[in-house]
């Protein structure tokens, strides 16, 4: 008992260490623990205006948002919740289905009393963002949508036979076992494969985001994310079946990574698409080129469509 003790005190410790060399939200910005169906969010919430939704993925939380908010919250309510499992959010066992996910976003902006949002969604925050769109689409304005494929959609039987989606299959008990206690390692792979420069994704980047991974449950929930790719896969063509989205979207790339098919994925689920690819980025495009990709997102919303 007393080397968990000891072993969760540690942990702790490093993990406000780490944080504290992260860019912090502004002091505009209030947290909440909002109750959805099963989970409970944890939420940033700061300034007025329109509402914004900012949605991350894997190897990182609703932290990797905080430059952005900040650009954002003196013309929007800028909400950023880690999803259910991940970041300082609560680890049920079940419902990391995006579809169930995208139910989550509807309780968080219920709670708030908020009926109309914009989203911004980067990676896994991709996935839930399609699934909320597609299910509440008059609560949908605009859509900015970052650098990873829509399970189902597209090109997709081709890239899950990629080697770099390995780890899309890469879960079970022995999995995690082997990952724990070198949460750091595994995550080390994807910021150096995935990335254009590695030394873009500085060490208190790395050592912020290994701490939240190492915090109990927080691998087993990252796997179960991937885990449900072959029911996204399901829902997203059912999704789809029922019509494109119509609402304004901006799909960005990496030039390193998705490119110009991000666009081309999305313009699979929607009609009003336009493509973006910035320049010397790979996967991690807010961590790598945060002044390009906030400029073209801002120029975005900026626009009156």
Same mark, same amino acid.
């Given at each position: 008992m007393m080397r968990r003790l000891l072993s969760a005190a540690v942990m702790l410790a490093a993990s406000?260490?780490?944080?504290?060399? %992260? %860019?912090?939200?502004?002091? #505009?910005?209030?947290?909440?623990?909002?109750?959805?169906?099963g989970a409970t969010l944890h939420v940033r919430i700061g300034g007025h205006g329109p509402a914004v939704v900012l949605l991350h993925g894997f190897g990182d939380s609703g932290d990797m948002w905080a430059p952005l908010a900040a650009q954002l919250v003196h013309d929007y309510t800028v909400i950023v919740p880690d999803l259910r499992g991940m970041g300082l959010s609560s680890h049920p066992e079940g419902g990391y289905d995006k579809k169930a996910q995208a139910g989550d976003v509807a309780r968080v902006l219920d709670s708030l009393q908020i009926r109309d949002t914009e989203l911004i969604t980067h990676d896994i925050g991709n996935m839930v963002g399609y699934a909320f769109a597609a299910q509440y689409r008059d609560r949908v304005t605009r859509w900015v949508v970052m650098d990873a494929p829509l399970p189902g959609i597209g090109d997709w039987e081709h890239i899950i036979c990629s080697p770099v989606v390995w780890h899309f299959n890469? /879960?079970?008990?022995?999995? #995690?076992?082997? %990952?724990?206690?070198? #949460? +750091?390692? &595994?995550?080390? /792979?994807?910021?150096? #494969?995935?990335?254009?420069?590695?030394?873009?994704?500085?060490?208190?980047? +790395?050592?912020? &985001?290994?701490?939240? &991974?190492? /915090?109990?449950?927080?691998?087993?929930?990252?796997?179960?994310?991937?885990?449900?790719?072959?029911?996204?896969?399901?829902?997203?063509?059912a999704f789809l079946a029922k019509g494109k989205l119509t609402f304004p979207i901006l799909a960005i790339g990496a030039d390193k990574s998705f490119g110009t098919a991000m666009v081309d994925d999305i313009r699979f689920v929607a009609t009003n698409v336009t493509g973006l690819v910035i320049a010397n980025s790979g996967h991690w495009l807010m961590e790598e080129q945060p002044t390009a990709t906030m400029a073209g997102i801002r120029a975005f919303l900026a626009k009156k469509h």
């Open positions: 406000w260490a780490a944080a504290a060399s %992260v %860019v912090p939200f502004p002091p #505009e910005f209030k947290t909440q623990e909002i109750h959805t169906d890469f /879960r079970g008990p022995d999995e #995690e076992r082997l %990952v724990a206690g070198r #949460e +750091r390692i &595994y995550l080390d /792979r994807f910021w150096d #494969e995935l990335s254009a420069n590695p030394q873009a994704i500085d060490e208190a980047t +790395r050592a912020h &985001y290994a701490a939240l &991974y190492a /915090r109990p449950l927080a691998i087993h929930d990252a796997f179960n994310q991937f885990a449900a790719f072959s029911q996204d896969a399901i829902d997203n063509k």
